[in-house]
């Protein structure tokens, strides 16, 4: 994981309290241990992010079933196999298996659950919701797959046997196979990545695409584009949203369809620790917009001057009017996470934009909002500008957020789906 500055600190006082006097030494032997099983499984659940939501990110998810799931359905009939990576609470595999139904798959077909997070496993074998969770379920998919379970909604028990659930580490191989063994049609890996270092980005979409079926796909979330494709896969690429497809055997290193960003230069990314730590983009409450990323619930408001690695080169004194910007950009970030009102987060925003109009990072956060509250139109013009900025070379790289690459793309391809979404109003 690539952790800023201030997480690791968060992390190192967590460790000092569970250590109880242990020196880290002692302390990881614990961890390692079977005794320390427990302790292990509270740590990672002290560190990790579950926040999800049933139909997560709509317009991915319907160009999902438009663009993958109906023809697979077509093409396969038979039981398809997917595999969410990363499922935290359950939410994405419910949504998953209600896909699977309303397309009409093969009512063997089965999902599975993998999470780090042995607490969050736990909650999700349960399959249960609150009503407020349902609010993104369109009214008659609600009354048709969930069924009331106390205070709570579950969902209907003929999709529940579908699902199954495992601990798994992304980090470990073996990966999971789905039972009688092959490869999965689909996999989601959204908003986990995004915690990742680059080098572990990597090898995780690599290891990934080889638990595929030759032709199956690979769904990331649209905060996390793929810059450096793997030979294995290529791009399936639709207004709305775009996938990854493996390649069969015979026509891997035949090159790809298309491929955003690539080139952008990511080995270079890992050169420094402070490039680094520009990965980091965090996730997404639900939109029908791709969603504004929150920093995780463990991080701290950040400090913009502040080294966030040992090994970042030394920083120039900064501006004192960037690094307020950086400040309330900070807090639009922890915002997010907590719930705080698009209203105040917009304000925040143009604030820093006030300060700071080449700020892309806010730019684009800002059209994530605009394009969540269903104005287009100005999101565009915000997506363009931060767009206009980074290919200027004017946009300061902002730590704790998406490297100027990345957002490079990202602006791009957010664009393009504002404006074909104005084309068809
Ligand atoms: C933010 S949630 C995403 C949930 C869901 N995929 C979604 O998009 O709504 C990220 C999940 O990834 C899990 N995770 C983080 N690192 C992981 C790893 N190395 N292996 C497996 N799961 C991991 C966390 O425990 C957390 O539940």
């Not at 006082?13 to 109880?20: N, V």
């Not at 896909?99 to 993998?114: F, I, R, W």
């Not at 990742?196 to 080889?210: I, K, N, P, S, Y």
């Not at 690094?323 to 698009?342: I, K, M, P």
Request: glycine share 8%; net charge neutral.
């Amino acid at each position: 994981m690539s952790l800023s500055g201030p997480q690791v600190r968060r992390l190192d006082d967590r460790l000092a309290e569970r250590s109880r006097g242990l020196t880290p030494h002692q302390y990881l032997m614990f961890l390692k241990s079977p005794s320390g099983a427990l302790e292990l499984e509270e740590l990672i659940s002290a560190v990790v992010v579950h926040k999800t939501d049933l139909f997560r990110d709509e317009v991915q998810l319907s160009a999902f079933r438009a663009q993958v799931l109906a023809p697979l359905v077509e093409r396969a009939r038979r039981p398809l196999r997917i595999w969410s990576a990363g499922c935290a609470t359950g939410e994405e595999v419910a949504t998953l298996l209600v896909l699977l139904a309303e397309a009409g798959a093969d009512p063997g077909s089965t999902v599975l659950g993998t999470d780090i997070s042995a607490e969050a496993l736990r909650r999700a074998r349960w399959l249960g919701f609150t009503q407020e969770q349902l609010r993104r379920v369109p009214n008659g998919t609600r009354e048709r797959y969930f069924v009331p379970s106390g205070e709570r909604v579950a969902l209907a028990p003929s999709l529940r046997e579908r699902a199954s659930f495992q601990l798994h580490n992304l980090m470990d191989t073996p990966y999971p196979a789905p039972l009688g063994g092959g490869g999965f049609d689909v996999i989601f890996c959204r908003n986990v990545l995004i915690y990742f270092t680059v080098e572990a980005f990597q090898r995780t979409v690599e290891a990934l695409a080889g638990s595929l079926v030759p032709g199956g796909t690979l769904v990331l979330s649209s905060s996390e584009p793929l810059l450096q494709l793997p030979p294995s896969l290529r791009v399936l690429r639709g207004e709305q949203a775009f996938f990854y497809v493996r390649v069969d055997g015979d026509t891997v290193g035949q090159g790809s369809t298309t491929t955003p960003g690539r080139g952008d230069g990511v080995k270079g990314l890992g050169a420094t620790g402070r490039m680094r730590e520009a990965e980091r983009v965090v996730q997404a409450p639900v939109s029908t917009a791709p969603a504004l990323p929150a920093l995780a619930s463990t991080a701290t408001t950040r400090l913009p001057a502040e080294p966030v690695t040992e090994d970042s080169p030394p920083t120039a004194p900064v501006d004192p009017a960037f690094e307020e910007a950086d400040l309330l950009f900070a807090r639009v970030l922890d915002g997010a996470a907590t719930g705080v009102a698009d209203d105040a987060a917009e304000r925040d925003l143009r604030r820093c934009l006030t300060l700071d109009p080449d700020h892309s990072a806010a730019r684009y956060l800002l059209g994530l909002l605009l394009e969540q509250g269903l104005r287009p139109s100005e999101a565009s013009v915000e997506y363009r500008r931060a767009l206009e900025s980074l290919e200027a070379g004017r946009a300061r790289p902002v730590p704790f957020f998406l490297n100027p690459a990345r957002l490079q793309v990202a602006c791009a391809h957010a664009a393009e789906r504002v404006e074909a979404a104005v084309r068809r109003r």
